[in-house]
């Protein structure tokens, strides 16, 4: 049998290969994926907000109308809608920032003239020392026409649910699915951040930065990880298969027959036997030399 089949098959080199076939499973399947993925949404909603700078706002009714989502590709468009403020039903999402501050974004139904009832972020409001619910000015009455972006819904944990507190809706997570029933209205799919300078706003959330961050380094990272791995468990089996060779080749020369001149070299009698262990030591000093000298 072949030597490097010994080594291949013996139990420990057996656990590292699966244990390295495994590792590059779940770099390739999951870890890389993820990140990829991760990649390809920031630059997909990058694209989305850069194409909305400059883009004519469109009716509401036209990207949400008879939805109960909210289409890929109408987050981040710029809307534009008529109707009244419902400032009797404004409701405060907890635990924002901004700038590095706690804020709360003070969120109000919006009755549109195109019969659907949206909800509106207005901004934020600096939360004050002790928690307590900040004061902020009522959205205007009467009919007015704001300008706005979709957004697409926070994911209500099941936890942590709307409450009512301080006079006010609170909620952790803006999602017109959880709100709306706590309300008793019915509210289109999403939410609309208002743009600078409308009616009702406070203090802008801001567009985020159009940066796609490490995602795509990190899948590659992860994809070369995945070839590294089997690739190392190759090279530790061909070292070892050539150490074994070369301990054999040792041994083989020390145990030679002594009486067989070689290259009519003068034939010592009466020779030490060497041992495997001997001759690789030998080998070894040898190599990197002897202590002491």
Do not use: H
């Not at 290969?17 to 909603?45: E, M």
């Not at 109308?65 to 468009?77: I, L, S, Y």
């Not at 040792?250 to 067989?260: C, L, Y």
């Amino acid at each position: 049998m072949p030597n490097w089949v010994k080594v291949v098959f013996q139990p420990r080199w057996i656990a590292l290969a699966i244990a390295a076939l495994a590792f590059t499973a779940l770099c390739w399947s999951v870890l890389a994926p993820w990140q990829l993925g991760k990649n390809s949404s920031t630059s997909q909603r990058n694209q989305a907000i850069t194409d909305s700078v400059n883009a004519t706002p469109v009716p509401a009714a036209q990207l949400l109308g008879g939805r109960t989502t909210v289409p890929k590709d109408a987050e981040w468009r710029k809307v534009v809608l008529t109707g009244q403020y419902r400032a009797d039903q404004q409701s405060l999402a907890r635990l924002r920032n901004q700038d590095g501050k706690p804020a709360y974004e003070v969120l109000v139904p919006f009755a549109a003239s195109d019969g659907a009832t949206y909800l509106v972020d207005r901004g934020f409001v600096a939360t004050p020392t002790g928690g307590v619910v900040p004061e902020f000015a009522p959205p205007p009455s009467g009919v007015v026409t704001i300008q706005a972006r979709v957004r697409a819904p926070e994911q209500t944990d099941p936890a942590r649910g709307p409450r009512t507190e301080g006079g006010y809706l609170q909620v952790f997570a803006i999602d017109p699915a959880a709100i709306g029933p706590a309300q008793g209205i019915t509210l289109a799919p999403g939410y609309l951040n208002l743009s600078d300078d409308q009616p009702g706003g406070l203090d802008p959330v801001p567009l985020p930065m159009l940066d796609a961050g490490p995602y795509l380094s990190y899948g590659l990272q992860w994809l070369a990880f995945g070839i590294m791995a089997p690739l190392a468990i190759g090279y530790f089996v061909w070292a070892e298969v050539k150490r074994r060779r070369e301990d054999k080749a040792v041994f083989d020369a020390g145990t030679a027959d002594p009486s067989a001149p070689v290259d009519g070299a003068e034939v010592v009698e009466d020779a030490p036997e060497i041992t495997p262990e001997a001759a690789r030591a030998a080998r070894l000093a040898d190599r990197y030399g002897r202590r002491g000298q």
